[in-house]
């Protein structure tokens, strides 16, 4: 990303999005005073967003939604088309903010021409749209840990199918936090537009049929993928790798951005670098990752949002190859893919970006008269990305990122120079276990946990 | 009194610093801190969860045999039981040692803030939780916790799967302290 780059992306302000925002946040605070409690300031709000989306292919249905609500009525259904309409008000910020994004960067980025996918399953479904509706009601204010651990039956339902993970980890995420906060009405401060999010899309993925969730389709592709770095996921009961990368398809086709996840379901005291631990079925993808080496891929599905579905036994590590050099060489003329109707949402934005020459000025990276802020808060603790090495870098490889109206780099990979000794460092470094001595020691002090709780499982689960 | 007593102002008082302006209008940002590493095989499962810490106790003596301990926010009843329930016999009108390993090790896990915090006790300058508390052996369901401990580990059970979870970009992985 050049200075020029920087410079119109912070410039730029896309037409509306504040307006939408604005919106949202009326939304928003239905929730969290619960939708049985709507005074007339609060349907007032309804109502502009059942007027902005007016003209929309569901203006209609929201406008109906809003008018039941205002005369004490609160449906499923009617609940369902309003997280449809916010999810819609959010999409096109993400549109916007991502176009401005690829603009600035020069990046094509490929249509979205696919249909809706078949239905799932519904079964299990519907336990979860009545939580999430008896939520809606209450409203965050009144959540306490009844309705909290009435969420526990639902969610061990959903994990039990493999095509409901979707779901099942969100709704998870949402209780955890839910749970902690309990009983929430004494909290002073919370996080509204976050907690709105999850619902909304909790809501949506529930849906009657599943639709939402079922696999996009793909097609098949092979040839030489090139990391560029690792973005890690995690909650209590989760964790996601998922790795940038631009594919080389064999055959000379252009090169394209793709990426690649893998996920584990795992408990709140596995954390740090042993989670790397419980994605070892991959082992291919972790050598290349802690090696950083090329990837070459034959037949592996790909899915129409650029997702790798990653097969390790369809891959092999090649030769050593610098993410640092893939992002300069490569990044600018590979091709960015469609980002998926349902997952447009701001937080969805993640573009790989090379960013050089700058200095570090307080919190972020100065190029020219632009400062880029740095998101510290997502360096994770099992990489050895610290702010200190990201605060004496000179050269990274990161997400551009957007939150509450921010721009942010999410580094992946640094390099730089302290105490005159150059250092590189990447999240995915300690994939096959922790390189830095003083890591593997602390690693080894407090034991090895997937291994005692994998013990206890087994002799306390099967009896 | 020590740090306990500081008032961080917001989220229940999960040590968090969330002072920042606009905190409200975020999407991804981790809002519960995330455990501390500790060693895990005397007191494999310890939660601040239905008002109670809770958790469960490795016996030192029968490897197939767990204690179930929990003491009340608030009132500080506190109990300890097998997982077949029956009483812990070194529950005599005090806390017995099961209670004590799992304070410590919630401590541990949570830091003291947190967990004097949600059990609402005032801890001396010595830290000591467990002699912080008022409360009285009373009777509780460990079926209840032990069910608790069972869903924890039928995690590791769960394959893990390479479709992509979306959903997850709201929960970024946030930098443990090293």
Redesign the interface.
């Known amino acids: 990303m050049l200075e020029i780059q920087l410079s119109e992306l912070l410039g730029a302000s896309p037409e509306g999005v504040e307006e939408a ?1 604005g919106l949202v ?1 009326g939304f928003d605070d239905a929730l969290v005073h619960g939708f049985a409690r709507l005074d007339p300031e609060r349907l007032e709000a309804l109502e502009a967003l059942a007027a902005a989306l007016a003209v929309s292919p569901i203006g209609e249905a929201v406008a109906e939604a809003v008018e039941k609500l205002t005369a004490g009525s609160v449906t499923e259904e009617h609940l369902a088309v309003l997280a449809g309409g916010r999810a819609a008000l959010l999409g096109a910020v993400h549109d916007a903010l991502l176009h401005s994004l690829d603009a600035a960067l020069g990046r094509d980025r490929d249509e979205w021409t696919r249909p809706p996918a078949p239905p799932v399953s519904d079964d299990l479904l519907g336990g979860c749209r009545a939580w999430l509706h008896e939520l809606a009601i209450t409203g965050w204010r009144g959540v306490g ?1 009844d309705l909290v ?1 009435s969420a ?1 039956r639902v969610i ?1 339902a959903l ?1 039990a199918v ?1 095509a409901l ?2 779901p099942a ?2 709704l998870d ?1 949402l209780a ?2 839910l ?3 309990s009983p929430v009405g ?9 907690w709105a ?2 619902w909304s ?1 909790a809501l949506l ?1 529930a849906q009657a049929g599943g639709r939402a969730c079922a ?1 996009e389709p793909a097609e098949e592709v092979s040839g030489r993928l090139l990391v560029l770095g690792v973005d ?9 790798i ?1 790795v940038h990368a631009v594919l080389e398809p064999s055959g000379g086709a252009r090169t394209r951005l793709v ?11 596995i ?2 670098p042993a989670v790397w631990r ?2 070892s ?2 082992p291919v993808l972790l050598g290349a990752l802690a090696e950083r080496r090329v990837l070459e891929i034959s037949g592996m599905p790909l ?1 129409a ?1 650029g ?1 790798l ?3 390790d036994g369809q891959a092999a590590a090649g030769e050593p190859a610098d993410p640092f050099t893939t992002a300069r060489v490569m990044l600018t003329g590979a091709l960015a893919p469609a980002v ?1 109707p349902l ?1 447009r ?4 934005i ?1 573009e790989p970006v090379l960013l050089e020459g700058y200095t570090v000025d307080g919190d972020g990276f100065r190029l020219g008269d632009r400062v880029l802020d740095v ?8 990489g050895p990305l ?2 200190e090495l990201v605060k004496a870098s000179s050269a990274c490889v990161g997400l551009v ?1 957007w ?3 921010r721009w942010k780099a ?1 580094p992946l990979a640094v390099q730089g120079t302290a105490k005159r000794k150059p250092f590189e460092a990447h999240t995915g470094d300690w994939a096959l276990g922790p390189t830095d001595p003083k ?1 593997v020691k ?1 690693e080894a ?3 090895d ?2 291994a ?3 013990e ?2 087994g ?3 099967r009896r | 009194m020590i740090e306990v007593v500081r008032d961080r102002s917001v989220t229940g008082g999960m040590g968090l610093d969330v002072d920042e302006a606009g905190w409200e209008r975020r999407s991804a940002v981790r809002i519960v801190p995330p455990a501390r590493p500790r060693k895990l095989a005397k007191v494999p499962f310890v939660e601040l969860a239905d008002g109670r810490l809770q958790g469960v106790v490795s016996s030192g003596s029968d490897i197939s045999r767990v204690y179930v301990s929990s003491i009340s926010a608030g009132s500080h009843a506190y109990n300890c039981r097998t997982n077949n329930n029956r009483p812990c016999g070194g529950l005599r009108g005090l806390p017995c040692k099961h209670l004590r390993a799992l304070a410590d090790e919630a401590v541990l896990q949570y830091g003291l803030e947190r967990v004097a915090r949600y059990l609402k006790v005032d801890v001396d300058e010595s830290g000591d939780l467990v002699s912080a508390l008022g409360g009285s052996p009373e009777p509780s369901d460990a079926a209840v916790v032990f069910s608790r401990f069972l869903r924890h580990l039928s995690y590791l059970e769960l394959p893990g799967t390479t479709v992509p979870v979306p959903e997850l970009h709201w929960f970024p992985a946030a930098g443990a302290v090293r």
């Open positions: 925002l946040a840990y651990s526990d061990e994990f493999p993970r979707r980890v969100l995420g955890s936090e749970r902690a906060f004494t909290a002073e401060r919370l996080p509204v537009r976050r999010d999850l899309r993925l696999a890690v996921h995690e909650h209590d009961t989760a964790v996601q998922q990426r690649a996840s893998a996920a584990a379901a795992k408990v709140d005291t954390a740090g419980l994605l079925d991959h899915l949002g997702d579905v990653w097969q998926p997952e949402h701001p937080v969805r993640a998101d510290f808060d997502r360096l994770p603790s099992c610290t702010s990122r939150d509450a109206g999410q890591v602390a002090r407090s034991g946990s997937v005692v709780l994998r206890r499982a002799r306390l689960l």
